[in-house]
């Protein structure tokens, strides 16, 4: 699940090794906008017959990129793809 996620990557940029790089926003800041996106990909992808495309501007972390994932997961034949993109130049 994406929370699964959510916890590996709070944890490796907690770590020592990222410890001086900084990460803006992130969708689990926002629990009501959290399961807004989840609710509207889960409809869409329950109803179409074809992979998702998501394309994202700031990727950050990667908190939105596993929650669009694995909201549009509902049918291994159809799997979301996800397209992002960041320039990485704000902290």
Known sequence: ???HDWNTIDTLLSSKK?????????????????LLFQTILRELSSTLNRSMHICET???????????????SVST??????HSFDKFDRP
Do not use: E
């Not at 990222?18 to 959290?34: C, D, E, M, W």
């Open 77 to 82: 034949t159809y799997p979301p793809i996800i």
């Open 58 to 72: 700031g990727y950050g972390a990667g908190h939105s990129a596993s929650l669009f994932y694995h909201s549009a």
């Open 1 to 3: 699940t994406y929370h």
């Open 18 to 34: 990222y410890a001086n790089h900084k990460v803006s926003g992130g969708i689990f800041l926002y629990p009501r906008q959290t």
